[in-house]
């Protein structure tokens, strides 16, 4: 068994190399629209939008239902979590041209992107049962321009 003095260098060590390897980030909170994030992104991979899901993020993963429970959630006004975007610059990657890369959010931004556009039609939705079957273009303009 290690003695005592063993272990509090161990952990000692632990502590220099997390230190030593911590990393400071800039970091600030922006709220755009709905509208906003539709203009600025383009699900297409080869895509040249603002905001853009990198090549190491999954695919569109979530089904249907998933995708229409979280637009009901946005609709009903619950709290979803931050999308996580980040900068991108030359010093970082060669190519970057001042686009703004997905970092977590990228189920979210397209299931928005989809539901604005017309490319997803709500199923299985628990709160909001008269939506069933709907699309975006089907929401009152009022709600439309709340979404």
Same mark, same amino acid.
């Given at each position: 068994?290690?003695?005592?003095?063993?272990?509090?260098?161990?952990?000692?060590?632990?502590?220099?190399?997390?230190?030593?390897?911590?990393?400071?980030? !800039?970091?600030? $909170?922006? +709220? #755009?629209?709905? /509208?906003?994030?539709?203009? *600025?992104?383009?699900?297409?991979?080869?895509?040249? @939008? !603002?905001?853009? $899901?990198? +090549? #190491?993020?999954? /695919?569109?993963?979530?089904? *249907?239902?998933?995708?229409?429970?979280?637009?009901? @959630?946005?609709?009903?006004?619950?709290?979803?979590?931050?999308?996580?975007?980040?900068?991108?610059?030359?010093?970082?990657?060669?190519?970057?041209?001042?686009?703004?890369?997905?970092?977590?959010?990228?189920?979210?931004?397209?299931?928005?992107?989809?539901?604005?556009?017309?490319?997803?039609?709500?199923?299985?939705?628990?709160?909001?049962?008269?939506?069933?079957?709907?699309?975006?273009?089907?929401?009152?303009?009022?709600?439309?321009?709340?979404?």
């Amino acid at each position: 068994m290690p003695s005592v003095t063993a272990i509090e260098e161990f952990h000692n060590a632990i502590e220099r190399q997390i230190e030593s390897e911590k990393k400071d980030f !800039d970091f600030d $909170i922006r +709220e #755009y629209t709905v /509208d906003f994030l539709v203009q *600025q992104f383009d699900p297409n991979p080869n895509g040249n @939008s !603002d905001i853009f $899901i990198p +090549e #190491y993020q999954r /695919d569109d993963v979530w089904n *249907q239902e998933q995708k229409s429970l979280f637009i009901e @959630s946005l609709l009903i006004g619950l709290p979803i979590p931050y999308i996580f975007v980040a900068d991108v610059d030359e010093t970082e990657e060669s190519d970057a041209d001042g686009r703004i890369e997905i970092i977590d959010g990228s189920q979210r931004t397209r299931t928005i992107y989809q539901f604005r556009t017309d490319n997803l039609i709500l199923k299985g939705l628990e709160r909001l049962p008269a939506l069933e079957g709907a699309k975006y273009s089907d929401l009152p303009p009022a709600r439309q321009r709340r979404f």
